[in-house]
């Protein structure tokens, strides 16, 4: 879900696009913008659509740098067993 908020957002805010699981291809290491206006940003891959890039602000780092490797985990996970299953006949 990506919200005016940010990429997903825990509390309720104004819906741009959302997304099933399905349609995320990857997702880019994060990477922290250190300095005053500190961030964390990165890059959604998104199958069909293109790039999503994202970014937490400073108060937000610690969150979204959680649910973006969680998110990265269950993208490599699903990628991984697709590989791994035979085609269906």
């Known amino acids: 879900m990506l919200t005016v908020g940010g990429v997903m ?3 309720p805010g104004k819906l741009v696009h959302d997304w099933t699981l399905d349609r995320l291809a990857g997702a880019s290491e994060p990477e922290l913008v250190i300095g005053v206006a500190q961030a964390l ?3 959604l891959g998104v199958a069909g ?3 999503l890039g994202y970014e937490y602000p400073r108060l937000q780092v610690d969150a979204g740098w959680t649910l ?6 269950v993208i490599d996970e ?3 067993r697709a590989v ?3 085609p269906a006949s």
């Not at 973006?68 to 985990?73: D, E, G, P, T, V």
């Open 9 to 11: 957002a825990g509390v």
């Open 41 to 43: 940003r990165g890059h």
């Open 49 to 51: 659509k293109g790039v």
């Open 68 to 73: 973006i490797k969680k998110l990265a985990w």
């Open 78 to 80: 699903r990628n991984e």
């Open 84 to 86: 791994d299953e035979p």
